[in-house]
């Protein structure tokens, strides 16, 4: 595969779900479940693909409520919805093709990467655990690391600065609109993954390439 990038980046920054592993659809039935019964709300596919995805759960509650849900109900969210993910996708979850040998080649470049989530703490651990990476993913923006989560360009920001980097020199992976919007928005080079989103809202949002998954990225390297 040829790649039309402008060289090697000095970093890379990856978000986690539907970019290191397929799990979107873990996600969305759990956001539906749990927004049927805690907010009384019939998710449609639409509200999935342009509130739901990519970004921190009271963003995401209050994109779809339209006001600002508080602390009690931030706190019964998270945890009836996090608890409900993990539930679905224990034992299922695998990572992106490609991802590992990728990962290889960026470590014998001597080029550095972090991850940059909306994710908390524990499904970062369960995520990493079913993977078996461990503590592969040394550098880590969480949501609970931010003030103002995707697409606003914090994470991002943060995680270029975790890699003593400036956001215009490296490369980020997203899946989500909102998520391409936060790196682009930093400054980063986006390849997004189709794993979640079409190609065409991915590239309108600042993407410069789509693409399925990571078969054959190292060659990119070589």
């Keep these: 595969m040829t790649l039309a990038l402008p060289g090697h980046p000095a970093g890379v920054l990856f978000d986690m779900d539907g970019v290191l592993m397929t799990n979107n659809a873990f996600h969305r039935q759990a956001w539906q479940e749990v927004a049927a019964d805690l907010l ?8 999935l693909n342009t509130k739901v995805d ?9 994109r779809l409520t339209g006001q600002a849900p ?14 409900r993910y993990r539930s ?10 490609g991802l590992s040998a990728y990962l290889d080649a960026l470590e ?19 995520g990493m655990e079913a993977l078996g990476f461990g503590g592969r993913f040394g550098p880590r923006v969480l949501g609970e690391h931010v003030t103002r989560g995707k697409p606003h360009p914090e994470p991002f920001e943060r995680g270029a600065a975790l890699l003593g980097l400036d956001p215009r020199a490296c490369l980020a992976h ?17 390849v997004a993954l189709t794993t979640t989103a ?13 693409v399925p998954d990571f078969t054959r990225w190292e060659t990119w390297l070589a």
């Design 174 to 190: 997203e899946d989500a609109v909102n998520g391409v919007r936060s790196a682009a928005g930093a400054g980063c080079t986006v």
């Design 88 to 97: 679905l996708a224990r034992g299922q979850l695998r990572e992106v093709a």
């Design 54 to 62: 990519g970004g921190r759960n009271p963003e995401i509650i209050e």
């Design 40 to 47: 009384g709300l019939n998710l449609t596919e639409h509200d």
């Design 198 to 210: 079409p190609a065409e809202a991915l590239l309108a949002a600042g993407a410069v390439l789509a």
């Design 108 to 126: 014998a470049r001597g080029i550095p990467f972090a991850l940059v989530t909306s994710a908390d703490a524990v499904n970062v651990e369960f």
């Design 70 to 83: 508080d602390e009690a109900l931030i706190r019964r969210f998270h945890e009836a919805k996090e608890s």
